[in-house]
């Protein structure tokens, strides 16, 4: 629309204020969008689930409805959002990340989820020590992000010994990308003086070299907290952490997340960047939590995380402006169900290979693992918990630890039977078919990783072989979750994985990968771009678990989830229609503008909406993560022909980073 028509346009619509807006209780808006398709994901039947305009005021949606009533909300000061066709919907609502870990990673030596083989690892490393000054042989190198099952698949076993070939003095640790192991070398385990002698931690493992006690170099779990370092991030380490991360995120158009393992520090942190007027996002936080060492010590230990929540949390009722709410805590009760960590917690045994045979496997009566929480302790912890008002949210991995959870809700269920509680478990990746209908049953929310149902080498092949091919149809079951009755709640789980909302979102529906986007493993080809075993979900049920389901889950749908009069105005605008792109197109479309409570936080470069952003798309933090990242601010610069280009760089054995 040329400008003067614009002005003519609006002129009119001004000059027609009508009883509509008086029907609707509110004055002429602050915003209103136009011209386009918005869906509201309404709960309630007297809001529709697509409408064509809606106005802000406030900060709170004042109408939602057809395009013929938007101009009683418009005079010369409104802001006209013109759709151009696009679509709107609420912000997202991410309910389990680690957003200053996410953060921290991005200011770090950062792998970027790249499916590397030994030689590329080591030189992208060297590339980072040898780009750093004024370091000593006592600062840690700490590398994160990596895709560990691709390392040990392209180059077998890798350890302490594999990561000496650095050329450094310094000592060395990786992350892998599943948050579970980390790779060390010899100069980073003997500062930690973990030698042979040491006993692995009650929930952990410490790799050891073949035929001897001599540690490996390969931690898993608990096993990190015997490292000596790296040191504690500074305060301005972890500001520029927590700033790097809210722009990720409202790149992303995540207008609430949940931190699904917090500290204190967390708090800190946020309150600061939320005083200089930097919290862009709604901010929950789950306490974490460990496993008292009996059922003494459990009344103890819930007295002072109540205390703690309660110095902590934000007792306001939301508003638009987004603060800081504690209300939950989290607890790790096993590992992951991937090849080789299998630290998850299984009712039947893993397989492994046939001592002497190339391609046989067979139950493993040794590798059932125990949870981290023995079940009367947790059971009882949650019950205390609940009573106080406290909910929480489980890490459980595999079928025994999903068990465990549910039948601590069931205990619960049946000594208060009257009794609100908020409980959700986290992850799922393999349940038993027995404890699918008891999600519904006792009110019990999945919070589930889509991502995780499309091919990668995770599971390809050896984490497939491990489970057994009789337990591949109980793996990423959430659609028998949602058809034994309770709805599906989201969660990324950033930074164990790229930060790609609509790509976990085409996941969900269609349970394969995107061969056109470089955060997919499909991008790398066979055996990786085929439909991984399961049903996926409707279109609708996707969305729904990223807004509404996610606030419902976080007791905030009264106030955001949905675009509904009286709601906050937490927005976002898609370059593409999420209903009706081709399948193979959904996890390629793009967040164009985040509005988070009537204010515009966020807008695509190059795009126009008559709307300016409080926040720029570039800084001197962006460009500072840039050079210590593959790709550069959360690997964005990773294109489809760049990786392409290092595909066959890989192939020759040469390296692939510019350094």
């Given amino acids: 629309m040329a400008r003067g028509s614009m002005l003519l346009w609006i002129g009119a619509m001004a000059a027609a204020l009508s009883p509509v807006t008086a029907a609707y209780g509110y004055g002429v808006a602050d915003v209103v969008f136009h011209n386009g398709s918005i869906y509201t994901m309404a709960t309630s039947s007297s809001t529709p689930s697509k409408v064509g305009a809606m106005a802000v005021r406030g900060g709170k949606i004042t109408y939602v409805g057809s395009e013929k009533n938007i101009k009683a909300f418009i005079d010369k000061k409104t802001k006209v959002v013109n759709l151009q066709g696009r679509m709107a919907m609420p912000g997202l609502v991410d309910s389990h990340m680690h957003v200053l870990s996410g953060g921290l990673y991005l200011l770090k030596c950062d792998l970027s989820y790249q499916a590397l083989g030994l030689e590329d690892v080591v030189k992208h490393i060297q590339g980072c020590i040898d780009g750093e000054t004024g370091k000593g042989d ?48 010899s100069r980073a385990l003997e500062l930690s003086d973990i030698t042979a002698d040491t006993p692995d931690p009650a929930n952990g493992k410490i790799g050891r070299l073949p035929g001897s006690k001599e540690p490996s170099g390969v931690l898993q779990d608990g096993a990190s ?36 393992a917090a500290g204190e520090s967390h708090h800190t942190i946020f309150d600061t960047i939320k005083k200089e007027g930097g919290l862009t996002s709604r901010a929950y936080f789950d306490y974490r939590i ?46 992951v169900i991937t090849y080789p960590s299998n630290t998850a917690a299984l009712i039947e045994p893993y397989w492994a290979p046939v001592h002497g045979s190339d391609d046989k496997w067979a139950p493993d009566p040794d590798s059932l693992n ?81 991502q995780w149902s499309q091919f990668s080498s995770f599971y390809l092949p050896d984490t497939f ?22 709805d599906l709640v989201y969660g990324s789980d950033w930074p164990i994985d790229p930060l790609d909302q609509f790509l976990a979102l085409k996941v969900a529906v269609t349970r394969s990968g995107d061969p056109k986007n470089p955060n997919s493993p499909a991008s790398q080809g066979p055996p990786y771009d085929g439909v991984f075993p399961g049903s996926g979900i409707s279109r609708e049920s996707a969305l729904r678990s990223i807004t509404i389901n996610g606030a419902r889950f976080l007791r905030a749908d009264k106030e955001i989830g949905s675009l509904e009069v009286g709601k906050l105005a937490d927005v976002i605008i898609l370059e593409k229609n999420f209903f009706k792109v081709p399948e193979e197109a959904l996890g390629r479309t793009r967040v164009l503008l985040t509005m988070v409570g009537g204010e515009v936080v966020y807008v695509v470069d190059g795009q126009k909406f008559g709307v300016k952003a409080k926040f720029p798309n570039s800084d001197k933090t962006t460009a500072k993560i840039a050079r210590r990242s593959i790709g550069g601010f959360g690997a964005q610069g990773l ?21």
């Fill in 370 to 450: 125990d949870p981290y929480w023995k079940p009367e302790i947790l059971t009882k912890t949650l019950e205390l918990l609940f009573l106080a008002g406290v909910d929480a949210q489980l890490h459980v991995d595999g079928d025994l630890a999903v068990r465990i959870g549910l039948d601590a809700a069931e205990s619960f269920r049946k000594k208060h039977p009257r009794r609100s509680f908020k409980l959700g478990l986290a992850h799922d990746e393999l349940s038993h078919q027995k404890d699918w209908a008891r999600f519904a049953k006792l009110g019990v929310d999945p919070i589930v990783s889509y």
């Fill in 290 to 335: 460990e496993a008292p060492s009996s059922l003494n010590k459990v009344s103890a230990l819930v007295t002072d995380v109540v205390a703690k929540l309660a110095d902590l949390h934000d007792r306001a009722k939301i508003g638009p402006k987004p603060t800081l709410k504690w209300q939950a805590v989290k607890a790790f009760v096993d590992g």
């Fill in 225 to 260: 907290s015997l490292l000596a370092g790296p040191p504690t991030p500074s305060d301005e380490e972890n500001l520029d952490a927590g700033r790097a991360a809210l722009k990720l995120l409202r790149e992303a158009g995540i207008t609430t997340f949940q931190d699904a």
């Fill in 465 to 486: 072989q491990s489970l057994a091919e009789y337990r591949l149809r109980n793996l990423q079951a959430w659609a028998k979750f949602e058809a034994a009755g309770r």
């Fill in 138 to 185: 006592a600062d840690w190198v700490e590398v994160v992000n990596m895709d560990y099952p691709s390392l040990v698949e392209k180059s077998g076993a890798v350890g302490k010994l594999q990561l000496d070939k650095i050329n450094t003095k310094r000592p060395v640790i990786i992350r892998s990308s599943d948050y579970h192991t980390i790779l060390a070398n």
């Fill in 639 to 659: 294109s489809e022909d760049a990786k392409a280009a290092a595909s066959k760089l890989r192939k020759r054995g040469e390296c692939v980073h510019k350094h």
